[in-house]
C-alpha cells in the first residue's frame, strides 16, 4: 500500500538496498565423524559420542579446523571424538544473512524430508548462529554481546527423525524456557 512505496522511497533516497543472503556450498572429502546414537546423549564409551563431544567437532568442521590431531606451528590439536567412522563426502551448506525464523523452520522441515527415502547418512545437523550484536535476548536477561555475544542453536536430527536440540549462549545470557 502506500505506506510500503513511502517506505521504499525512503530506502532508495538513502542509498540503502536489500541484500540477499549468500549462500556457499563445499563438499568435505574423508570426514571422520563422530558415532551417535539417538537415544545416548551422554554418548557410551567405544559405542557413541556424547552431545557435548558432537558440539565441540561441529565447532571445529564449521571453522575449518584440521581434524588429524598433528602438530606443526602451533601448540595445540584436534582429533575426531572416538568412536567415530570415515565419510568420503559430506556435504556443507553455508547461508550467510539475515534469514528470518519461518525460513529456519523451511529448511529444517527440508531436512527432515532427506531421510523419507532411503539414505546413506544417519543424521544430519542444522546450526543457526546469531549476530554477536544481536539485541535478542531470553526472559529478562540483557543480551551480553560486551562479552562474547554467543547465541546459537543446532539441531541433530537421526534418521528415525528424533532429534538433539544443542543452545549455546552468553555467560551473561539466560538459557529460554
Known amino acids: 500500500g502506500a505506506e510500503g ?13 536489500a541484500l540477499k543472503p549468500k549462500i556457499t556450498f563445499s563438499t568435505l572429502r574423508d570426514l571422520q565423524c ?5 537415544n ?12 557435548e563431544e558432537l558440539f565441540e567437532w561441529l565447532g571445529a568442521v564449521l571453522n575449518q579446523v584440521s581434524l588429524d590431531n598433528k602438530s606443526s606451528s602451533f601448540l595445540s590439536t584436534y582429533c575426531c571424538p572416538q568412536p567415530n567412522t570415515m565419510v568420503e563426502k559430506a556435504f556443507l551448506c553455508t547461508i550467510t544473512g539475515f534469514i528470518i525464523p519461518e525460513k529456519i523452520i523451511q529448511l529444517l522441515e527440508q531436512l527432515c524430508c532427506y531421510f523419507g527415502e532411503p539414505k546413506l547418512a544417519y543424521w544430519l545437523t542444522l546450526t543457526v548462529h546469531g549476530f554477536a550484536d544481536s539485541p535478542v535476548s531470553w526472559r529478562e536477561s540483557e543480551h551480553g554481546f560486551h562479552k562474547g555475544g554467543e547465541n546459537l542453536y543446532n539441531f541433530v536430527i537421526f534418521r528415525n527423525l528424533d532429534y538433539w536440540l544443542q543452545m549455546a549462549v552468553g555467560t551473561n545470557d539466560d538459557c529460554p524456557p
Open 5 to 17: 512505496s513511502t517506505l521504499m522511497s525512503y530506502f532508495s533516497k538513502n542509498q540503502i538496498q
Open 34 to 38: 563422530p558415532v551417535l546414537q539417538s
Open 40 to 51: 545416548e546423549l551422554q554418548g557410551k564409551p567405544d559405542e557413541s559420542c556424547s552431545t
